[in-house]
Nanobody, 115 residues
Framework: QVQLVQSGGGLVQPGGSLRLSCAASGFTFSSYPMHWYRQAPGKERELIASITSTGGSTDYADSVKGRFTISRDNAKNTVYLHMNSLKPEDTAVYYC????????WGQGTQVTVSS
């Protein structure tokens, strides 16, 4: 069955960095784009970063552009989100997603940016 298992996240001070990982199984990872979303308390889930199947192209929401980087390792079936210059408003639960078949979500990872 399809699984997206996330790791990383936690508590970080403003200006700090974190890396999230999402390990995929159960489908041909290298054939599908991957995405990162986040949901802050009281807000809707928003798409923040996308990467094509080959990793050749990426796209970002304006709120994270220049600070976050999405990447993937198709040999490891893993997609990453590198987050730099973190701000308190980046505090949210972060999710990875594939659009394979009906679409699948990772389990979510809490990122808290606070001093």
């Amino acid at each position: 069955q399809v699984q997206l298992v996330q790791s990383g996240g936690g508590l970080v001070q403003p200006g700090g960095s974190l890396r999230l990982s999402c390990a995929a199984s159960g489908f041909t990872f290298s054939s599908y784009p991957m995405h990162w979303y986040r949901q802050a308390p009281g807000k809707e889930r928003e798409l923040i970063a996308s990467i094509t199947s080959t990793g050749g192209s990426t796209d970002y929401a304006d709120s994270v552009k220049g600070r976050f980087t999405i990447s993937r390792d198709n040999a490891k079936n893993t997609v990453y989100l590198h987050m730099n210059s973190l701000k308190p408003e980046d505090t949210a639960v972060y999710y990875c997603r594939t659009t394979y078949y009906t679409g699948y979500w990772g389990q979510g990872t809490q990122v808290t940016v606070s001093s």
